[in-house]
């Protein structure tokens, strides 16, 4: 309560209440506070894990990761073991450096604890992106890496897009996640279709295998929308079973409208963009509920989509969920969540 009446108040209210402005602000805080390490430390023994827990081959000292979108460009990246992850996914990075959609390109929905983003992966690329990780060195948590297509890039170009940025990458990452789901790249979310999504993680699986020499290989992980039908689920996980994908991690963020409080529905309605939190809360757990039971649990879900709460978090668990991230909820509710979350799912 002390941080959503006080801080998170203090917070909307940076940049003049640009949501982008107060976000950058507050990613260079943390940055600040990522080079202090006993400050990180102390901070983590607060609201931090303690039950570890093994999941495709990673060891996760928590189970509640920080969601792609976030920390695009790894700015704070020694800092979110501080704020209590037990992981943290950077992202999503994109082959070619690109700035992302016209501004203003994020907006605040507070009435529904919702976000709506048309963002459209503003990144400095690959390449720039490794240098800050081989820079920074590791997190102190696992690290998950989110790889899109480039905008500029032809959807008939888009495996080599992948693939390159996997390359470049590689040796950084705990598992990378192929986002194939974001609504804001026009002609990405038709690589959800089977037939494309085979190719590319066909051709991402083996550039994985070929390069772990003697090692396991890195775990590829896929990102699907929530606007998928079950039929079109059920092909994924097809996919992914036939090339020995890892994981899943459902979900992104949805083109629908359903769910806002009616003081947000204008507002949404005149808002381009995939919209995030409360409003995507059910449907998240449905699809990883779906998932779990077309694959009788064998393959294992990191639940995204509408934690605001930590009874959210123990449903998606619940749902089939191996591991959760937090996003839209962690701007609402802050480090109080997560260490809320963390509590609850190390004493069940």
Avoid at 210 to 224: E, F, G, N, R, S
Avoid at 305 to 322: K, N
Wanted: proline share 7%.
């Amino acid at each position: 309560m002390v941080y959503r009446q006080l801080a998170r108040t203090v917070l909307f209210r940076l940049g003049g209440g640009d949501p982008e402005t107060a976000h950058e602000r507050v990613l260079n805080g943390l940055g600040r506070l990522g080079a202090v390490p006993p400050a990180v430390d102390a901070l983590a023994k607060v609201f931090g894990p303690r039950r570890e827990r093994t999941v495709f081959g990673v060891r996760f000292p928590g189970a509640v990761g920080l969601g792609a979108g976030m920390d695009k460009r790894g700015v704070a990246l020694r800092a979110w073991r501080g704020m209590g992850f037990g992981f943290v996914e950077v992202g999503t990075v994109t082959r070619h450096p690109q700035p992302g959609n016209p501004k203003p390109r994020l907006r605040r929905l507070v009435a529904s604890e919702a976000i709506i983003n048309r963002m459209g992966f503003n990144n400095h690329g690959a390449d720039a992106l490794a240098a800050t990780l081989r820079e920074l060195g590791p997190p102190g948590i696992p690290l998950g890496i989110s790889i899109g297509k480039s905008k500029v890039t032809p959807v008939a170009e888009a495996v080599e897009d992948y693939r390159y940025s996997l390359r470049a990458l590689h040796g950084f990452a705990d598992y990378f996640a192929v986002n194939v789901s974001s609504p804001n790249t026009p002609g990405l979310r038709g690589l959800q279709d089977r037939a494309q999504l085979d190719e590319l993680v066909g051709e991402l699986r083996r550039e994985t295998l070929a390069l772990a020499d003697a090692l396991p290989p890195t775990p590829l992980l896929v990102k699907i929308a929530p606007d998928l039908t079950d039929h079109a689920v059920a092909e994924v996980l097809q996919v992914c079973a036939d090339h020995g994908v890892a994981g899943l991690i459902a979900t992104n963020t949805t083109l629908g409208r359903g769910g806002l409080d009616p003081a947000d529905v204008r507002a949404g309605e005149d808002e381009a963009g995939g919209l995030s939190g409360r409003p995507l809360t059910e449907r998240a757990r449905e699809v990883v509920s779906f998932v779990t039971a077309e694959t009788g649990g064998a393959l294992p879900v990191i639940g995204v989509g509408g934690i605001m709460r930590t009874d959210d978090a123990l449903r998606m668990f619940d749902a089939g969920a191996s591991l959760v991230q937090l996003y839209s909820g962690f701007v609402y509710s802050g480090p109080p969540l997560v260490r809320a979350v963390n509590r609850a799912v190390d004493g069940r």
